[in-house]
């Protein structure tokens, strides 16, 4: 209760400013009011869904994850707002207290320079809000392909041109727009790629929420077949279940479910794809994460693999690969990752620039990477989670065309 009580007084302090910026910026008192009850609607439906209208056993529901979005939106306006607004009246306090001290008789009174600062931080504040809103409405499924050819001196004659296609953090308990859903497969398909890997987070907590979904990625098709592993949202471990059989029977459901699918689920093992007489190792850990659940076992996954194979590995998390993966003794030539979405937010104009607040947390956090010889993706997702959008870090469906160097 305390914690509410904190959040709401300093909510209604940000309004209180950006409410006064409004008066000073316009001649129109509706827009005033229009405002404060924009901000009191947005505040209750999040104190409603984040308390009375919780849904048991759904952390992330998607009204929970709206009422965040619009909070968020709402917030990031007003603290832009504010850092203008506040900056201004420390400059006037400062100004003021020289003119009592001074003894000046100057009256301190700049009302076309205030109004002049409210417009502009108003100005200012209305992109990253109008950019919020847009990603909500649009930007979570704005679907891109990003291609990428990668060369090895080692790669099996066969497998030269060999195409993958990785997607990853498919996040099904936040879709909302089955059209939007079909056209993403359907843009899968459409790479006819050689391989599928998923690379984990099919749901958000519970198998139940891939099944209105299940039947479109069925229709996922590769002619070498489509491989999977789990990520940490897979595990179910971010919701209370009543008995610790049933958290169990989630996960097992959710392993049956992929089957039925047509994924080939790799849990700490490996499969070897053939052409010819080449051969191609393709293998799969469980979640591996720095400060996440860590039951990924790579040596089991390679037990019984021998050495000379080309290797591509599958792993959630790629912290596993800056910890664990690159410093190992066996040599992975290419490894598929996912799990940070690029944080859903940032701004990316190919080959300018790369940035999002996620660069803090990350090392490696969206795009193709180098250590010592050997090469991560970490894909930026299909899905989202949490905030229920997308802006400037798109969803995307990434095509590796694997190349040999002697054959270039």
């Known amino acids: 209760m305390l914690r509410w009580i904190i959040f709401v007084t300093i909510y209604f302090i940000m309004a209180f400013y950006t409410l006064q910026a409004l008066k000073t910026a316009t001649r129109y008192p509706w827009v005033y009011y229009v405002m404060a009850v924009i901000s009191l609607i947005i505040l209750g439906n999040f104190i409603y869904q984040f308390s009375w209208g919780e849904q048991a056993g759904r952390v992330l529901s998607r009204p929970k994850s709206y009422a965040f979005g619009f909070l968020l939106a709402i917030l990031t306006f007003k603290l832009i707002t504010i850092i203008f607004l506040f900056s201004e009246d420390i400059f006037r306090f400062i100004s003021a207290s020289y003119h009592k001290l001074s003894g000046s008789s100057t009256e301190f009174s700049l009302p076309t320079r205030r109004r002049f600062l409210s417009m502009m931080a108003l100005g200012i504040a209305a992109v990253p809000f109008g950019a919020l809103l847009y990603g909500m409405y649009k930007g979570k499924y704005n679907f891109k392909v990003l291609n990428y050819t990668m060369e090895f001196d080692d790669l099996p004659d066969a497998f030269n041109g060999y195409k993958i296609t990785q997607i990853s953090d498919i996040h099904s308990g936040s879709f909302d727009d089955r059209k939007k859903i079909e056209y993403g497969v359907d843009l899968i398909n459409s790479q006819q790629s050689d391989v599928i890997c998923f690379t984990g987070d099919m749901v958000n907590n519970k198998a139940e929420e891939m099944e209105p979904w299940a039947d479109l990625f069925s229709t996922l098709k590769a002619p070498d077949g489509k491989f999977s592993i789990l990520g940490n949202h897979d595990y179910g471990d971010y919701v209370q279940w009543e008995t ?17 699918m047509g994924f ?55 912290t596993h690969w800056q910890e664990e993966v690159i410093q190992h003794d066996n040599h992975f030539h290419l490894t598929l990752s996912g799990h940070t979405h690029g944080m859903q937010f940032g701004i990316e104009i190919p080959g300018i620039i790369k940035w999002s607040p996620v660069k803090w947390r990350y090392k490696y956090w969206a795009g193709v990477y180098e250590e010592l010889g050997q090469f ?33």
């Open 244 to 260: 610790v059989e049933e958290k169990s029977k989630n996960l097992e459901d959710l392993k049956q479910m992929q089957k039925e």
């Open 264 to 318: 080939d689920l790799l849990l700490n093992e490996h499969r070897l794809l053939s052409k010819g007489k080449d051969k191609l190792a393709l293998i799969g850990v469980e979640n591996w994460g720095k400060g996440f659940k860590s039951v990924g076992d790579l040596n089991k996954a390679i037990d019984g693999l021998g050495n000379g194979h080309f290797r591509i590995l599958l792993s959630h998390d790629p």
């Open 376 to 408: 991560i993706n970490v894909n930026r997702g299909f899905g989202f989670i949490g905030y229920p959008g997308r802006v400037g870090i798109w969803p995307e469906i990434t095509v590796i065309t694997l190349k040999k160097k002697s054959l270039s």
